[in-house]
């Protein structure tokens, strides 16, 4: 399974785009005040999230094909859904599960681009 995006939540989004856009030597794809995406050359998309639980760290989200069956077939390996299927525009699908131990993790369906 591929590594889809990593979203990294943040407390002060304009500090974190200039943090990133140094360390990742590109500039964000996509500036908006709930979200801020990187596609450097070479690794998964990076997000920032001012919105999201700074104490839970950074939540990786993977690439699949059918979003349902995927959590279909995760839940009965005693993952639990904490969010679940929504619309993130251009047809892109995402949910956010726990894993077995209460860790979050993602799931991403949808164009790639």
Request: net charge negative.
């Amino acid at each position: 399974m591929t590594i889809r995006t990593i979203t990294v939540p943040v407390k002060d989004l304009e500090a974190a785009t200039a943090l990133y856009t140094a360390l990742l030597g590109a500039e964000p794809y996509i500036s908006q005040p709930y979200y801020v995406g990187f596609r450097a050359e070479g690794t998964p998309e990076i997000g920032l999230d001012p919105h999201g639980d700074v104490d839970a760290g950074p939540v990786t989200s993977f690439l699949v094909d059918d979003l349902e069956q995927t959590i279909e077939s995760l839940t009965k390996l005693g993952a639990s859904t904490e969010r679940v299927p929504r619309d993130v525009g251009g047809g892109a699908r995402i949910a956010t599960l726990r894993d077995t131990d209460g860790n979050l993790f993602g799931l991403f369906s949808g164009p790639t681009a």
